[in-house]
């Protein structure tokens, strides 16, 4: 399974841009990245996914390099209400099934500071 | 997206017994997963379940521990058995609802004692 390493923490400032890297150098050709954030006892919420484009959306863009072995979740303008665990995850193939599964790092605690 | 009801929320349990997690979605889905979120930790994958087929356990994760039901393509159960202290975690349903979205629902905090 390909694996993720992100920072253990970060911090930052309300209002300003939260970018939160993920080292995914193993993976595979045809493995999604996919991010989400888990808030403190609640399940994980979807963020946003990538192959090997930028990817923007509502809540966040992913920044993917061009070999895609590291990649970087933008939260454009940050809240109090983003602090949270953020999560890179590798999706990776279920040989037997055909189909994918979600396989979590670590991830990165961050917290908006006032 | 698919919405996730997950029961029970959270529960406290003897060591020795069982407890069995339901979780119904409200949309048919093929896939679904069970993760084991232990205290402080990440989410680790127990098992994938696909209705009409034997679930697929990870690496450390064995059906006589956790045994699996896919009974219809909207539910499953994620039983815990024989637990002890060490069995104290998050237990959280995923399913897979279309190419590229899974959802998570909002776990079972369960404390054995």
């Known amino acids: 399974d390909a694996k993720t390493t992100q920072p253990t923490s970060m911090d930052c400032a309300e209002g300003r841009a939260a970018n939160l890297p993920c080292n995914h150098s193993t993976i595979s050709g045809n493995e999604y990245v996919y991010w989400y954030r888990q808030i403190h006892s609640q399940g994980p919420q979807y963020i946003i996914h990538?192959?090997?484009n930028n990817e923007t959306n509502e809540m966040a863009s992913l920044i993917i390099t061009e070999d895609r072995k590291s990649s970087t979740l933008i939260l454009p303008h940050a809240t109090l209400r983003d602090t949270a665990v953020y999560y890179c995850i590798v999706r990776v193939p279920i040989s037997n099934f055909g189909n994918e599964k979600l396989t979590f790092g670590t991830g990165t605690r961050l917290t908006i500071i006032p | 997206s698919a919405v996730i009801s997950q029961k029970p929320s959270r529960d406290i349990c003897q060591r020795g017994t069982s407890l069995t997690i339901q979780c119904q979605v409200d949309s048919q889905v093929t896939m679904m997963f069970w993760y084991r979120q232990q205290p402080g930790q990440s989410l680790t994958l127990i098992a994938t379940a696909n209705q009409g087929s034997e679930a697929t356990y990870e690496s450390g994760f064995v059906i006589d521990k956790f045994p699996i039901s896919r009974p219809n393509l909207t539910f499953s159960t994620l039983t815990v058995s024989n637990m002890s202290p060490e069995d104290s975690s998050i237990y959280l349903c995923?399913?897979?609802?279309?190419?590229?979205?899974?959802?998570f629902g909002s776990g079972t905090r369960l404390t054995v004692v």
């Open positions: 995923s399913v897979r609802h279309s190419s590229y979205g899974y959802t």
């Open positions: 990538g192959l090997k």
